[in-house]
């Protein structure tokens, strides 16, 4: 049944146009919808993880995203298309794109340090 | 009695005053604090926050810790306390102040304070109670009180002691006081012979042997015999946090990878396991299940609380039909008779088989330890902070101190298992029990209250709705100076209960935009470092940028080490 839902959500996320959207307008507002709908509850304020699993930097494919929102898998919530609009997901994953790389454990002394 | 209460071993009284208990309360006050061996009496300003401050004596100290209460009023306040101890299996000796004689109740007051069997509505979640009639019978039931929260599995007991035979004279004049018993030696219940030699040939035998600890290590000895088992096995363990059951940095320690040694087991060792079906079993939202075993796998399990099973609150959770060999022994006393067998059965031509599955699971905690260390630098210097940041500064000025973690810590992802190292049984004593909230603030003071005599630094994370619970414990912590330092994970909500409420909301398509009515705790934003600080409580906070943290902690740690209490208020992502 997933498989067959994949291509549904892509020719439904590609028809609305949010691939093509304004980019700094849409990670403005991605912005302002990851809190809206409550992403950084589990997700941690800037997608770094806590309840849940790390989405930035480097979030995992749209395509996946879009499957683990509308047919998600373990704890996670359902985000429906009448909760969260494909546009709205599009504009959610283009802040998360945005999320700039922090620092590594190596970066960090006293975690570079912490011995085994 | 106040002479009764110190040959049981009881330090401390903790109790908000109630006028159905002055007899015992004047009777500590004026003779057992002046006499050696000296109780001591510790005000509370809650029912709940006097039983969880036991709770938490008593997991550090491993006796029980006495308190007291109203029969009716301070019962009722105390009870939630009550049953988080009882199902984390925590000793705790407990007295409600009870008017027996109707005709001696001078007022409403005194007739709204009785009741004819006050210890009735919490006898679900005790393990024994009794209404003594005279002063003898208060001797022999105190020490029965005693031992019975002192035999595995452990748990609360009740007295309700009569407010005019507190107050009366003793019949006959105090040449006529009742002997005092003698206090037995309690020898747990070991598992039989036959079933430990069955338990030791199939784990010797196993390929893939698991042993899973949740409430096994009652004492500092339980950890120690865990890790003797395991050694010879060279078998993985999977500790449930509820206990400090296993070195967080033994090779063997597989508690991150516990789904999938379990996956590959075709023997589990479940010690004390308070959940057996969710051990071995998955479910999925619809409740179908499936084994979390493969074919064949046997499972066995080691279980003192089925010694004293009750039937209303449903603390013993779902069983599975699936067990191979039930146990019903207190695992700890089980451990050396088993750990004697699996050494004798031990086949030698496998020397070296398990040599490799030992050093197979040290490279793998090796891994998990280094993942560990890299999703730690996740969100280093985000604001709010990272529980993964908290948990490493306080680590960086603690580590070289006898610390002990004093607080469940499933709340911030378990960093302290995940990051710190900790090898003996005081450096965490696990949560709850029942989850319910308001047990962290007078629990862990009362774990602190243990901690104090032998100069360890106790540490507390305490959420911010806990800590609203009852905040009158920091007057507590302040007034009686014990030293612990609270850091408040300050995430402005009930946090759980939000992301459980999304989950709700979005399964009926209406959005998460009023989620927040009901958890969140904010507007206003609540000042724990001025709500500390109001009490006699040094504080610091709120604490909003990451790189305040460390000066922060510092100037409370040096607070803490002078014997005093300290919190930190820190304003935290969620988890």
Redesign the interface.
Known sequence: MRFAFVPVILVSVMATGAFAADKPNDVARGKQLYF???C???H???G????GP?LAPGPIPYEGMVIQLRKPRV?M????A??MPDGDVAAIFAYLQSVPK????S??P??KA??? | MVDVLRSLGIEYLAATPGNTFMGIHEAVINYGMLTPPNLRFITTMHEEASVAMSHGYSKIEGKPMACMMHTTVGLQHGSMAIYNAYADRVPIFMMVGASIDATRRSNAVDWSHAATDGPAMVRDFTKWDDTPGSLRHFSESAFRAWKFAMTPPYGPTLLAVDTEMQEDEIPGGKDRAPPIPKLPRISPPAGEEGAVKEVARLLVSAENPVIYADRAARTPEGLKLLVQLAEALQAPVCDSGNRMNFPWRHPLNQSRRSRQVMGDADVVLALEPGDPFTLFARMDARGNTSSALKPGAKRITVSSVELMPKGNYQDLQRYTSEVDLAMAADAEATLPMLIEEVKRQLPSGRKSAFEARGKALADAHREEFELSRQTAANGWDDSPIATSRIYMELYEQIKGEDWSLVSPSGMQNSWAQQLWTADRHYKYIGGWGAAGIGYIAPATLGAALANQKYGRLSVSFVGDGDLMFGPGILWTAAHERIPLLYIVHNNRCYHTEIMQLQAIANRRQRGIDRVHIGCAIDNPNINFAMMAKSLGVHGEGPIENPRDLAAALKRAIATVKRGEPALVDVVSQGR
Not at chain 1, 77 to 80: I, K
């Open positions: 809206a709908t409550g950084d509850q589990c941690g304020t800037q770094k993880g806590g309840a790390r704890r919530p359902l985000y429906s009448v909760v922090g620092k590594t454990a970066e960090i006293m975690l912490l011995s085994y």
